[in-house]
C-alpha cells in the first residue's frame, strides 16, 4: 500500500485540529482542488473524470501531518468505492428512481454514479472539510448540476428514510465499523432501507460480524495503478446487507 493510503486509513479526527485553522470558503477550495489534484480515468470507472491526488502532485510526496484540510481522503479513489461506483454504472436498475445516499463520500464518484444511473435524489455526506467542494468539481467535470452535500456525521444520529444507502471503504476502523453495522441495522429495520458496500477485504470488515449478514454481488480486478497504489490488494468487491 502507497504511504499516503496507509497513513490515511486511520481517524480523520488526527488531523481536524490541523485543518480547522485553514481557508473553507468554497472559491479557495475549489482553486486548492483543482491546482493539487489532475484529472484521472485510469480507475474501475473510466466513464467518470475524477480530480485526484496523483504522483505527479505536490501533496503525494508530502508528509501527510503537512497536508492541509488534514488526510485527504477525497483525494483518492478508493477500491471499495470503484467497486461501488462501478456495479451502480453496470445495473442502473438499482438506483433508478431512488433515493440514494452516499455515506463517507470522498471524491463523490458513487454518488455520481447513481445520479447517472437515473436516482430520483442522491445526497452526499462526509464529514471531510473538503469533500463537499470536490465532490462539486467532479459533478461539473461529469455534465452534473453539483448534488446535495451534508458534511454532519449522520451515523448513530439520523435514520431518515432512504430506498439504498451505498458505503465505499468504509470499514477502515473498528469503532467505525461497529456504529456503521448497528446505525445501518436500524435503517434497515425502520424504513426498509437496501445497504451496498464495496470493500476490497480489508481487516475491519473481513473478521467483523457484519460477514455473517452479507452476501456478495459482484467482485472486480482492480486496475494496475490501484493495486500499486494498495499494495496487496487485487480485488474489490460489492456486497448487499441480507439481514
Ligand atoms: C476510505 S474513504 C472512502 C471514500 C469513498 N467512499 C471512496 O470509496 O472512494 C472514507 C471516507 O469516509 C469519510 N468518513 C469517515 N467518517 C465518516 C462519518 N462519520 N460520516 C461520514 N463520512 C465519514 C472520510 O472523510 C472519507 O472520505
Keep these: 500500500m502507497h504511504a499516503a493510503c496507509r497513513t490515511l486509513l486511520r481517524p480523520l479526527s488526527l488531523h481536524f485540529a490541523l485543518s480547522i485553522r485553514r481557508q473553507t470558503g468554497a472559491t479557495y477550495l475549489h482553486s486548492f482542488i483543482l491546482q493539487h489534484t489532475e484529472v484521472v480515468t485510469n480507475h474501475l470507472t473510466p466513464e467518470l473524470k475524477l480530480l485526484l491526488l496523483t504522483p505527479r502532485c505536490k501533496y503525494w510526496h508530502v508528509r501527510p501531518e503537512h497536508w492541509p484540510y488534514g488526510d485527504p481522503y477525497w483525494a483518492i479513489y478508493w477500491p471499495g468505492g470503484q467497486a461501488m ?30 445520479k447517472i444511473g437515473g436516482a430520483s435524489y442522491v445526497l452526499a455526506n462526509d464529514i471531510h472539510p473538503v469533500a463537499g467542494a470536490a465532490l462539486t468539481l467532479n ?42 453495522h448497528q446505525w445501518l441495522r436500524r435503517c434497515i429495520d425502520q424504513h426498509g432501507t437496501t445497504v451496498l ?5 480489508r481487516g475491519h470488515f473481513i473478521d467483523h460480524p457484519i460477514q455473517k449478514q452479507l ?16 499494495y496487496g490488494l487485487t480485488c474489490t468487491a460489492v456486497w448487499k446487507y441480507q439481514p
Design 197 to 201: 458496500i464495496g470493500d476490497p477485504g
Design 139 to 180: 459533478c461539473k467535470l461529469n455534465g452534473l448540476q453539483p448534488l446535495p452535500f451534508l458534511s454532519e456525521n449522520i451515523i448513530g444520529v439520523d435514520t431518515s428514510h432512504w430506498d439504498l444507502i451505498v458505503l465505499g471503504d468504509m470499514f477502515y476502523d473498528e469503532q467505525l465499523a461497529d456504529g456503521l
Design 85 to 114: 461506483a462501478r456495479y451502480l454504472l453496470d445495473n442502473p436498475e438499482v438506483v433508478r428512481h431512488k433515493q440514494i445516499l452516499d455515506l463517507g463520500s470522498g471524491c463523490g464518484a458513487a454518488a455520481i454514479a447513481a
Design 215 to 230: 452476501w456478495k454481488m459482484a467482485e472486480y480486478s482492480l486496475p494496475e495503478s490501484s493495486k500499486q497504489e494498495n
